[in-house]
C-alpha cells in the first residue's frame, strides 16, 4: 500500500458512516452486556443481590448474546468494510445495499434483544432465558432464533458485499496479488459461511419448529453438536478482526513494520482449514458422542496451535522491529522503547498479553482428560474472558481510539484518559480472571445464581473462596469503570473539536512482502475446499451415530429407526453412484449403514 | 514496498495511535529478532511450569477425578 496522507473520512465519507453506524451499535451492546457483567459479578459473590436469583439466566444471557454476538460482531462488521474499501482503494458497489444489510443485524438483534428482555416483565409472554447457547431442552420465544438466524443472515449479505468489491477489483488489476487485510477478510468470511451452516440447520431445521410447536421434540445432543460445529469457528469470528489489528496496526502504532506477510497469511489460511472441524471439543462430557470422534477433534484442536503460536511470534517480531527503530536495544531492553503511552498501542500489547496467558488455559480445556476437571467450572468463563473479553475487548476498544477520529474527522478526547481506562481493564480482568480460574480449580460451577451451598464448603488450598470472591468483585467493578471511561472517551471525542492534522489512514507496512508468499496461499478456492472435506471428515460419522442413537427429532416422534435407515442407505446409494467403480468403497459403507441401524434396532 | 519509509508524523495531538518517525531505519536483512525469541522462549518456560504445576493441582491437592480412578481401576486389575 502507499503512504497516505487523507483520513478515512475524506477518502469514503459514505463508508465511514456505515462504520461509524456499526461501531456505535457494538459500543451500546458494550455498555449494557458491561453493565450486567458487574451485576452477575456482585449477585453471584452475595455482595449486592437486587435481582431475583430466578432472573439470572435472563440477565446472563443477555450479557452473552449482547457481547459475543452483538458487541464482536458489530465491530467487525465496520472493521471489515474499513479494511475492505481501504486496502483495495475502492469503495463498496453500493452503499444502499450495504446499508440494507447492516439494518438487517440490527433489526435481528433488536428482535433477538427484545425476546431476551421481556423475559423481565411477567405482563409479556416472551422470554429468552436459554442463554448464548441455546441447548434444549431450554427453549425461546421464536422470536429469539428468528432474530438470530435474521443478524447471521445480514453477515452472510455482508460477506458478499465485501467479496463483490473484491471481484470488482481483480477485474481491474488481474495481476496484483490480494492485499494482506482483503486476504483476512476473505478467509474469514468463507470461514464464517461454513461454520454458520451448523447453527442455521440447527435452529431452522429443528429448534425453531419445536419453538413453533410444529414438531414436539428435537434431538438435544444433535443441536448440541451443530451449535458446536459452529460455537468454535465463531471463537475464531470474534478473533481474526482481533488478529488482523495486531497484524496491521500493531506494527505501525509500534513503530515498525510488519515481520512477514506470507506467515499472516499462513495463519489465516490454517484457521480457514482448521476451526470447524474441532467443535466437539466443547463436548468432551457429553454422553452419546464416541471417545473416538472427541479424540479426533482434540487432535485437530492441538493443531490450532500452530497458527497461534505463528501469531505470537509474527507479531511480537513486529513490535520488536518498531522498537528497534525507535532505537531499542538488547535481548529484552527494547521492550522499554515501545510506545507505552500510547493507548493504541498499549491496549493492543496488555490485550495480546493477556491473551498468550489463555494460551495456558486454553491448553488445559483442550485435553480431553484434564477438561474433565475444570468443565462447566468458573476456570471456563475465566479463561474466555482473557480470550475474547480481553483479547479481543480490549483490541477493539484500543482500536477505536485511532478509528474513531478517522471516522468523525474529531480529535480523540482524551489520550490520557484513554491510557487509564486501558490500564484499568487490564488490572480488573488480572483480578477478576485469576479468581475465576482459582475458583475453576475448586469446583465452583458456572451459570449459578448462587454458588453457595448449606453445609458445603469449597475448600480452597490456598486463600479462601471469600478472598477469590473479593477479587472478583474489586476486578469486575474495576472493569465496568473502565467501560464507563471507554464511552466517555468516544462519545467526548464525537461531541468534541474537529482536527485537521488528522494522521492519513494507513495501516502497516511489511518487511517481508506479497511477492515472498507462494502464489498457492492466495488459492481460495483450494483452501475452501480442503476446509469442507475436513469438516465432513470430522463430523459426518459423529453426526450419523448421534442420528443413530436419539432419533432426527428425538423419540417420540421421530419413526426412528425408519429415518435412520433411510438416512444410512441414502448415503450408501450415493456414494455408490458417485464411485461406481469403487465399489469396494460402498461395500463397506453400506455394511456401516446397516451396522447403523442394528444398533438402533 | 519494504523500503519505503514511513509518512511524515503529524501533531502530537492528534490522539491515539500517532506514530513517531523512525530513528534508524532497519531494512529486512539487518533485522534480527533476538528479542523475540528470548519473549517467546520465557513464555514456552512458564508454560512448561504451570504445566508441570497443574500436575500437582490435578492429583495431589484434589481426590482423584475420572482419570486418577481409571489408572487406580487398572492398577487393582
Ligand atoms: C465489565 C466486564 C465484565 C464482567 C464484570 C463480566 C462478568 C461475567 C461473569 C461473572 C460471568 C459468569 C456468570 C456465571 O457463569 O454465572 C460472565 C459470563 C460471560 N461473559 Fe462476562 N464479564 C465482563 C465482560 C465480558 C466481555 C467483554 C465479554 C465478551 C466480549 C464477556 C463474555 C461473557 C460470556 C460469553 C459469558 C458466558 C455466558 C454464559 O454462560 O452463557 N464478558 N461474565
Ligand atoms: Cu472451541
Known sequence: MTSNETPYLEQF????????????????????????????????????????????????????????????????????????????????????????????????????????????????DVSASVLFTFYAPLQAHPLYYIGLVTFVVGTWVAG?????????????????????????????????????????????????????????????????????????????????????????????????????????????????????????????????????????????????????FLTAFTVVASMEHGARQRGGTGYLGWLKALPWRDPVFTGMALAGMMFAAAGFSGMINAGMNINYLVHNTFWVVGHFHLTVGTGVALTFMAVSYWFMPQLTGKRLWNRTVALVQVLLWFVGMTLMSNAMHRGGLLGIPRRTAEPQYDGFEFEAGVGSVAELDAQIVIGGILLGLSTALFLAVMIGTVLGPRDDSLPGNNYAETLSGPEDAPLVLDNLKLWTIIAIILVIFAYTLPLLSIISRGGLFGFETGGLPLSISLLGSTIAATFGELLPAAGSVTAPLETAATTLTGIVR | MSSETEPPASSQEAGGGHVDGPIREIGHDEYDPVGTLALIGLYFLILVALWFFMYFVEFIGNDPTVVGSILGGVMVA
Open chain 1, 160 to 308: 458478499f458485499d465485501w467479496i463483490r468489491t473484491w471481484w470488482g477489483w481483480k477485474q481491474d488489476n488481474p495481476d496484483e496479488r490480494i492485499p494482506l487485510p482483503t486476504f483476512m477478510v476473505l478467509t474469514t468470511m468463507i470461514m464464517w459461511y461454513i461454520a454458520t451452516l451448523g447453527v442455521a440447520v440447527a435452529l431452522l431445521a429443528f429448534i425453531l419448529p419445536w419453538s413453533l410447536g410444529l414438531v414436539d421434540s428435537i434431538n438435544p445432543t444433535l443441536t448440541r453438536t451443530l451449535f458446536w460445529f459452529f460455537g468454535h469457528p465463531v471463537v475464531y469470528f470474534w478473533l481474526m478482526p482481533a488478529y488482523m489489528m495486531w497484524y496491521i496496526m500493531l506494527p505501525k502504532v509500534a513503530g515498525g513494520k510488519l515481520f512477514s506477510d506470507p506467515l499472516a497469511r499462513v495463519v489465516f489460511v490454517l484457521f480457514l482449514v482448521l476451526s470447524v472441524p474441532t467443535g466437539i471439543h466443547h463436548q468432551y462430557l457429553d454422553p452419546g458422542i464416541a471417545e473416538g470422534f472427541k479424540f479426533i477433534a482434540m487432535t485437530n484442536t492441538m493443531f490450532l496451535l500452530l497458527p497461534s
Open chain 1, 13 to 124: 465519507p459514505g463508508e465511514a458512516k456505515l462504520v461509524k453506524a456499526a461501531f456505535w451499535s457494538s459500543f451500546i451492546s458494550l455498555a449494557i452486556g458491561a453493565l450486567f457483567g458487574v451485576i452477575q459479578v456482585l449477585h453471584r459473590t452475595d455482595v449486592l443481590r437486587f435481582i431475583d436469583s430466578a432472573d439470572y439466566y435472563t440477565v446472563l444471557t443477555i450479557h452473552g448474546v449482547l457481547l459475543v454476538i452483538s458487541f464482536t460482531i458489530f465491530f467487525l462488521v465496520g472493521l471489515f468494510t474499513w479494511a475492505i474499501t481501504t486496502s483495495l482503494d475502492r469503495p463498496l458497489p453500493s452503499l444502499r445495499f450495504s446499508w440494507g444489510w447492516y439494518g438487517m443485524m440490527v433489526a435481528g438483534m433488536l428482535a433477538s434483544a427484545f425476546s431476551m428482555f421481556a423475559g423481565f416483565i411477567d405482563s409479556i
